[in-house]
């Protein structure tokens, strides 16, 4: 069995909140000495001006192994990695490590806009601890990596960013080191550049045998790269272990508080004169409890209304905008006439139809295809992973859908089967 490279033992980090020094050192020694006598015996957690970034995260790495860390913005993936980076110290508990660390934690680490692509490949590549022998070794392939070869004696400051970061993270991408501690390298980069990386991740920790701990939000990239994950929440280990056990967990928890709205009290419910919306829900129709909700799940969207006066020719149309605020798609009811009552709606979207990425639906109704009555904005929200095991493509799929479409290829055996 392969030995411990890195162990995570009872890691805190303590951060304090608001300015940093009040101006006079003899005030913020009185002030450090009031707090540390104050605090030393009770809890600091509660301490209104302090936050715990982290608190009580531990877990093992062997050698060749590639960890994920998954989480939402702001859950302390980055004050982890920057622990382990040896960049900043917890506040309680310790790291063990045996081997050399290198950290790509932001691309394009000692870049000068003045200089050149080839001088920025030895300065960039001497800072995160290359030689020059091993970047002279490496430089031809660094640069047919980049794919910015034709530029390489122009100064960065006029490479288009997309250039920049290609350049930048091929550096970063031939580091040889023991432990390779990468943050969100699925950020940069166009979809082929992005697969390029992760292959050679891929490659260093299954064929060199390399340590990796990676976070992405990316959790296809994360169930592909890696055997192992941690998912922290509000700076704490909310599941650790099997990747996919990890990810399917984290998946469950997204956005269920935006998919069901209920609203008992009529006049409270949104809407106005002429229409109260009494509820929204969006159910996934998953094929089993434990199932995720990614890009092959059905969904059904019902709501439930009541008109508050007699309507004619009455429709309502079901949107749907990405994150962006396109439209993705408008889906008109049919036409109904009726007086005052309640009534109820329901609509399937099939599954293989949508990209991944986040969404949400409106209602708008409509008497006699051109009066608005009343519009319910972002009434849904809801966000779609890509979680196929089956797949090696890591990067983002172009438009708003990808429907499940038969494209076949078929060899053709002369020209004229061809122009046939």
């Given at each position: 069995?392969?030995?411990?490279?890195?162990k995570?033992?009872?890691?805190?980090?303590?951060?304090q909140?608001?300015?940093?020094?009040?101006?006079?050192?003899?005030?913020?020694m009185?002030?450090?000495?009031?707090?540390?006598?104050?605090?030393?015996d009770?809890?600091?957690?509660?301490?209104?001006?302090?936050?715990?970034?982290?608190?009580?995260?531990?877990?093992?790495?062997?050698?060749?192994?590639a960890?994920?860390?998954i989480?939402?913005n702001?859950?302390?993936?980055?004050?982890?990695l920057?622990?382990?980076?040896?960049?900043?110290?917890?506040?309680?508990?310790?790291?063990l490590?045996k081997?050399?660390?290198?950290?790509?934690?932001?691309?394009?680490?000692?870049f000068?806009?003045?200089?050149?692509?080839?001088?920025?490949?030895?300065?960039?590549?001497?800072?995160?601890g290359?030689?020059?022998?091993?970047?002279?070794?490496?430089f031809?392939?660094?640069?047919?990596?980049?794919g910015?070869?034709?530029?390489?004696?122009?100064?960065?400051?006029r490479?288009?960013?997309?250039?920049y970061?290609?350049?930048?993270?091929?550096?970063a991408?031939h580091?040889?080191?023991?432990?390779?501690?990468?943050?969100?390298?699925?950020?940069?980069?166009?979809?082929?550049?992005?697969?390029?990386?992760l292959?050679?991740?891929?490659?260093a920790?299954?064929?060199?045998?390399?340590?990796?701990?990676?976070?992405?939000?990316?959790?296809?990239?994360?169930?592909?790269?890696?055997s192992k994950?941690?998912?922290?929440?509000n700076?704490?280990?909310?599941?650790?272990?099997?990747v996919?056990?990890?990810?399917?967990?984290?998946?469950?928890?997204?956005?269920?508080?935006?998919?069901?709205?209920?609203?008992?009290?009529?006049?409270?419910?949104p809407?106005?004169?002429?229409?109260?919306?009494?509820?929204?829900?969006?159910?996934?129709?998953?094929?089993?409890?434990?199932?995720?909700?990614?890009i092959?799940?059905?969904?059904l969207?019902?709501?439930?209304?009541?008109?508050m006066?007699?309507?004619?020719?009455?429709?309502?149309?079901?949107?749907?905008?990405?994150?962006?605020?396109e439209?993705?798609?408008?889906?008109p009811?049919?036409?109904?006439?009726?007086?005052?009552?309640?009534?109820?709606?329901?609509?399937?979207?099939?599954?293989?139809?949508?990209?991944?990425?986040?969404?949400?639906?409106?209602l708008?109704?409509?008497?006699?295809?051109?009066k608005?009555l009343?519009t319910?904005?972002?009434?849904l929200?809801?966000?779609?992973?890509d979680?196929?095991?089956?797949?090696?493509?890591?990067?983002?799929?172009?438009?708003?859908?990808?429907?499940?479409?038969?494209?076949?290829?078929?060899p053709?055996?002369?020209?004229?089967?061809?122009?046939?």
């Open positions: 069995m392969s030995e411990t490279v890195i995570a033992e009872n890691i805190s980090k303590l951060y909140l608001g300015s940093i020094g009040s101006g006079s050192l003899r005030r913020d009185q002030q450090w000495w009031h707090s540390h006598i104050t605090n030393r009770t809890e600091t957690s509660e301490s209104k001006d302090k936050i715990w970034a982290l608190r009580h995260v531990n877990f093992e790495l062997r050698q060749g192994e960890f994920g860390i989480g939402h702001g859950a302390g993936k980055s004050t982890f920057k622990i382990l980076s040896r960049i900043i110290k917890p506040t309680e508990g310790r790291i490590g081997g050399k660390i290198s950290s790509l934690l932001e691309v394009g680490t000692g000068h806009p003045e200089l050149t692509g080839r001088e920025n490949i030895f300065i960039s590549g001497h800072m995160l290359m030689s020059k022998r091993e970047i002279v070794k490496k031809d392939e660094i640069v047919d990596f980049s910015v070869e034709t530029f390489l004696d122009t100064p960065v400051k490479y288009s960013s997309g250039m970061v290609r350049l930048a993270f091929s550096v991408a580091l040889e080191p023991d432990i390779l501690v990468v943050d969100e390298v699925l950020a940069v980069g166009d979809a082929e550049f992005q697969k390029k990386c292959g050679k991740m891929n490659d920790t299954h064929q060199n045998g390399r340590t990796i701990i990676f976070v992405s939000h990316n959790l296809q990239a994360i169930g592909n790269l890696c994950a941690m998912w922290l929440k700076g704490e280990v909310a599941a650790n272990g099997h996919k056990e990890v990810t399917t967990s984290y998946l469950q928890t997204l956005h269920t508080n935006s998919w069901s709205k209920k609203f008992e009290d009529i006049n409270e419910a809407g106005n004169d002429s229409i109260r919306v009494l509820s929204v829900d969006l159910i996934p129709q998953l094929a089993h409890h434990d199932a995720v909700f990614d092959r799940t059905p969904m969207v019902k709501f439930s209304f009541k008109t006066i007699p309507i004619t020719k009455m429709t309502v149309d079901l949107l749907l905008f990405n994150a962006s605020g439209c993705v798609f408008d889906i009811s049919n036409q109904l006439t009726i007086q005052e009552e309640f009534v109820n709606a329901e609509c399937s979207i099939p599954g293989n139809f949508l990209n991944d990425g986040a969404y949400y639906f409106s708008y109704f409509v008497e006699d295809t051109s608005e009343f319910y904005n972002e009434c929200s809801f966000e779609i992973a979680y196929r095991e089956e797949t090696n493509w890591y990067g983002k799929w172009w438009g708003s859908v990808r429907p499940n479409f038969p494209l076949t290829l078929t053709a055996t002369s020209l004229s089967a061809v122009i046939k």
